[in-house]
């Protein structure tokens, strides 16, 4: 009973706001191995000009549901095998639309361990439970006296028997479990309480000590901050429902005495009130908060994910500094500042170590040093890593600066995360045999002030360090989504064909790691790329693969202009009679926005290239080769302020932003310690979503607003209206390591006897597989 495309296509589509046969023609796409940058540059006319963003989700979507119709088949031949599937049961599985209501509705067929339900029937107990089911008037004890046998000795066994037996059924429910946990995600309080005695242990969950919420409303970062303190067994975490109802009115009970219709005057009525209650305390409550528990920790997840991808989004897109020789320096105390000198393409010219720092105090030898490094290879950037020492070392270097005729390098901190990784990397090894590991990290520092993408593809996503949670997040999902997003930048910027280095080209649409190596094999072997035709020869590459990834492939200065810029080999033929009804040659038309604003692209229309097309074209002729990207600037660190301990309220500083989460946005002000621009200081109205005023790489003018030494807290506003209430330092913990306290009523929380099982049960249930 899978799903054919078109059914498929219509439920995506709703979710992604297209039409449906739009979604049908990306999925086949998909299907056909076509990457979701391709789709969107270059199959406009076939989707209906889907973006980016709405094929990502589509893709993601179309595995879940495919997923979802696995399963669905693989239940119905269960329960099929069993003997045990009607016409009403295969009606209701081949309707349902999650993951989650599948399994309610297969829980009943599902092979199980033997239960006490399943004893109590062997016992032959079964005609009792139906029996008091179906005669409410008369007495269960009654009803049990005639069960009693050698293994059911008494009317009490008899009836735990019977009792389990219904429970059972209606843990099994599949409608009564869908309206109770529609309920509690409604009305549901998430709880969180310390464990005794880590009160000093788990300082950083302080706010969490006593703390509760309503699960439908916790935000991403407090659930994950929450999980977090109870997998440090820091805190104990509940879902709790109608804490303040007293049974027989809590309406979840109320939802199952509703379901089986259980009245109150007759004997029955009375026992099942109670089995109701049981079944409740001792089977849903627990099952369901665990469902609703693993609910909360994939929001929280997705949530968290899509904060990392964004914020490396930003960073990958952020400015290059472009082909300037550049002189990178990873800090570093007793171990001596690492220096690395690379040329505009990035090629390595000249390493050393200095030792300008304790013990050996070498000021006046380091700065001769750098300074004859930046006359012999003329350098025009000097990039610094923003670690352990980094302010000493620019200061260093500003002194030195001060010393040389113009025209004088710029200093740049830059962010080194990930440059530790990528220097104990095969890539760098490959890329750099001989060189001492600590020497790698600073050509990275240098290189990634050139050209971020380019260096940045080369370290694990995953390791530059800009999301929250990073490491309590599902790290499949993770390193999927942050693929596509890496994946997204390098062919939204495209890739020179001749320069390119075997990771970044590994990051082509329809390229991988093994045809990026050939690339760069026959590179090397055969010399440069003239035109793009030229892959062809290639090794393994063929004809579908130079289709995938011949747009976003650059070739300045080849035979072919338009192999510089992103028009794809297979529109050439429109390009060329744009060029012929222009009257101009190619070289000359290209970058002529004038000539070509007048051109009407309807006239240029085919039976295979459609008005989208043609309009990407004149774009593209207009500014040929257009990088995305914004320009290039730096911030300015404040003179004198170099340690946390320099920074006073009321203090305006510059600085870079290095991280935006869901509660504000992190700033490098040149402490060795961000400070945090909580939401409500980001801008003089209300911010829902920080990414609305700033992405990571901003430059940001801010104000000190608090300063707390001990706990390294800066709270920062970017508010013109400083007046108003700022984040303090206090917030910022809370925040960062928890959240905002919801307030309201404080509960003792569960027994320990209570939280001892559910702790277990949560641990087996968060456990991934």
Same mark, same amino acid.
């Given at each position: 009973m899978a799903a054919d495309i078109r059914s498929l296509a219509a439920t995506i589509a709703t979710e992604i706001n297209s039409r449906a046969d739009q979604a049908k023609a990306a999925i086949e796409l998909l299907d056909e191995g076509a990457t979701v940058p391709f789709i969107a540059r270059y199959r406009k006319e076939v989707t209906g000009g889907l973006d980016d963003g709405q094929l990502r989700t589509l893709a993601e979507r179309l595995v879940y549901l495919r997923e979802l119709e696995a399963r669905r088949a693989a239940i119905v031949e269960s329960i099929t095998g069993q003997g045990k599937m009607t016409d009403e049961l295969m009606r209701k599985i081949a309707v349902v639309a999650t993951k989650a209501e599948l399994e309610d509705l297969y829980l009943p067929y599902k092979p199980k361990r033997r239960t006490r339900a399943e004893i109590a029937r062997e016992r032959g107990l079964g005609p009792l439970a139906d029996t008091i089911l179906a005669d409410r008037s008369k007495e269960p004890a009654v009803l049990a006296e005639g069960f009693i046998t050698a293994d059911v000795p008494d009317v009490k066994t008899a009836l735990e028997g019977a009792r389990d037996i219904i429970a059972e059924g209606i843990a099994e429910n599949a409608d009564l479990l869908g309206k109770l946990r529609t309920y509690m995600k409604t009305n549901a309080v998430l709880k969180a309480r310390v464990v005794d005695g880590k009160q000093e242990a788990g300082a950083k969950f302080a706010d969490y000590f006593e703390h509760q919420e309503r699960w439908a409303t916790a935000p991403g970062h407090r659930a994950l901050a929450m999980l977090r303190g109870w997998n440090e067994e820091v805190l104990t975490l509940t879902i709790e429902v109608d804490v303040d109802a007293v049974s027989p009115n809590k309406p979840v009970e109320r939802m199952i005495v509703s379901a089986y219709e259980i009245g109150t005057s007759k004997p029955g009525d009375r026992w099942l009130m109670d089995v109701a209650s049981w079944t409740w305390r001792v089977k849903l409550s627990m099952s369901l908060s665990l469902d609703l528990m693993r609910e909360l920790r994939e929001r929280a997840e997705e949530e968290a994910i899509h904060v990392f991808a964004r914020n490396l989004k930003d960073l990958l897109l952020a400015a290059p500094a472009g082909s300037r020789a550049t002189m990178g320096l990873d800090p570093g105390i007793r171990t001596g500042v690492k220096?690395?000198?690379?040329?505009?393409?990035?090629?390595?010219?000249?390493?050393?170590? &200095?030792?300008?720092?304790?013990?050996?105090?070498?000021? $006046?030898?380091? =700065?001769?040093? %750098? @300074?004859? /490094? !930046?006359?012999?290879?003329?350098?025009?950037?000097?990039?610094?890593?923003?670690?352990?020492?980094?302010?000493?070392?620019?200061?260093?270097?500003?002194?030195?600066?001060?010393?040389?005729?113009?025209?004088?390098?710029?200093?740049?901190?830059?962010?080194?995360?990930?440059?530790?990784?990528?220097?104990?990397?095969?890539?760098?090894?490959?890329?750099?045999?001989?060189?001492? &590991?600590?020497?790698?990290?600073?050509?990275?520092?240098? $290189?990634?002030? =050139?050209?971020? %993408? @380019?260096? /940045? !593809?080369?370290?694990?996503?995953?390791?530059?360090?800009?999301?929250?949670?990073?490491?309590?997040?599902?790290?499949?999902?993770?390193?999927?989504?942050?693929?596509?997003?890496?994946?997204?930048?390098?062919?939204?910027?495209?890739?020179?064909?001749?320069?390119?280095?075997?990771?970044?080209?590994?990051?082509?649409?329809?390229?991988?790691?093994?045809?990026?190596?050939?690339? &760069?094999?026959?590179?090397?072997?055969?010399?440069?790329?003239?035109?793009?035709?030229?892959? %062809?020869?290639?090794?393994?590459?063929?004809?579908?693969?130079?289709?995938?990834?011949?747009?976003?492939?650059?070739?300045?200065?080849?035979?072919?202009?338009?192999?510089?810029?992103?028009?794809?080999?297979?529109?050439?033929?429109?390009?060329?009679?744009?060029?012929?009804?222009?009257?101009?040659?190619?070289?000359?038309?290209?970058?002529?926005a004038a000539v070509l604003k007048a051109v009407d692209p309807r006239q240029f229309i085919d039976e295979k290239f459609g008005l989208p097309t043609v309009r990407d074209i004149l774009a593209e002729l207009e500014k040929p080769g257009r990088d995305p990207r914004p320009s290039f600037k730096t911030a300015t660190f404040a003179e004198g302020v170099n340690e946390i301990g320099d920074l006073k309220p009321g203090m305006l500083l510059e600085g870079t932003v290095t991280n935006v989460a869901a509660f504000g946005a992190f700033v490098d002000i040149g402490v060795h310690q961000d400070g945090l621009v909580h939401v409500s200081q980001l801008a003089d109205r209300f911010v829902k979503d920080p990414h609305e005023v700033v992405k990571a790489g901003d430059v940001v003018k801010v104000k000190v607003v608090e300063v707390d030494v001990k706990r390294k807290r800066i709270g920062l506003s970017m508010r013109k209206d400083v007046s108003a209430v700022a984040a303090t330092p206090g917030q910022q913990s809370r925040e960062k390591n928890s959240g905002h306290n919801a307030g309201g009523r404080r509960d003792s929380g569960p027994k320990p006897e209570q939280q001892g099982s559910f702790g277990a049960a949560l641990a087996d249930a968060l456990k991934r597989k």
């Open positions: 220096v690395a000198v690379v040329d505009g393409t990035g090629k390595l010219l000249e390493t050393t170590t &200095v030792y300008p720092f304790p013990p050996k105090n070498d000021v $006046r030898g380091t =700065q001769a040093t %750098l @300074a004859a /490094l !930046v006359r012999k290879h003329k350098v025009e950037l000097i990039s610094i890593g923003n670690g352990t020492g980094s302010r000493e070392t620019e200061k260093l270097v500003a002194d030195m600066l001060a010393d040389l005729p113009a025209p004088k390098p710029t200093k740049v901190i830059v962010s080194e995360a990930g440059a530790s990784v990528y220097s104990a990397s095969e890539t760098a090894a490959l890329e750099f045999p001989g060189l001492d &590991v600590s020497l790698r990290g600073a050509v990275s520092i240098a $290189r990634r002030l =050139q050209d971020p %993408l @380019a260096e /940045l !593809v080369k370290i694990e996503p995953k390791s530059i360090g800009v999301g929250q949670y990073q490491h309590d997040v599902d790290q499949q999902k993770l390193s999927r989504s942050l693929d596509a997003v890496v994946e997204d930048a390098v062919n939204a910027v495209g890739v020179d064909l001749n320069t390119a280095s075997a990771p970044l080209l590994a990051r082509v649409s329809g390229l991988g790691p093994s045809i990026a190596d050939a690339i &760069v094999k026959h590179r090397d072997g055969e010399g440069r790329f003239e035109t793009r035709r030229d892959l %062809l020869k290639v090794a393994r590459l063929g004809q579908r693969t130079f289709e995938q990834c011949a747009g976003f492939l650059r070739i300045p200065d080849g035979k072919e202009p338009l192999d510089a810029s992103s028009v794809h080999p297979e529109a050439y033929g429109v390009a060329k009679r744009i060029v012929a009804a222009c009257g101009r040659d190619l070289r000359s038309l290209m970058g002529d």
